[in-house]
């Protein structure tokens, strides 16, 4: 069974960074594709930074400039480095991954979302 793990979020003060980890335990055949995304209680969750199947990027305007996401394929693992955090950045970051595993001889495509990690900004 696959799933994603995230780690890294914590409290930190305004100006500060913190990087967050997205690991895939289990075996797959293939990473597509992976982003993360955040939420606010009430809100709806917003896209944050997208790495697209071919290598493209896309970041949510919260987080172009302050934010780069990063993966390291030996270890199936993905990262957002974040910086110059504010308090409006204080959200359940959720990672998010486009995943293929090889069931016999045949390729199943799939998407998951981890469990969630917490970021708070104070000010």
């Known amino acids: 069974q696959v799933q994603l793990v995230e780690s890294g979020g914590g409290e930190v003060q305004a100006g500060g960074s913190l990087t967050l980890s997205c690991v895939v335990r289990g075996t797959i055949f293939s990473l597509n594709a992976m982003g993360w995304y955040r939420q606010v209680a009430g809100k709806e969750r917003e896209l944050v930074a997208l790495?697209?199947?071919?290598?493209?990027?896309n970041y949510g305007d919260s987080a172009k400039g302050r934010f780069t996401i990063s993966e390291d394929n030996a270890r199936n693992t993905g990262y957002l480095q974040m910086s110059r955090l504010t308090p409006e950045d204080t959200a359940i970051y959720y990672c998010?991954?486009?995943?293929?595993?090889?069931?016999?001889?045949?390729?199943?495509?799939?998407?998951?979302w981890g469990q969630g990690t917490q970021v708070t900004v104070s000010s």
């Open positions: 790495r697209i199947e071919g290598g493209g990027v």
């Open positions: 998010h991954a486009d995943l293929s595993v090889l069931q016999g001889d045949q390729i199943y495509r799939f998407a998951s």
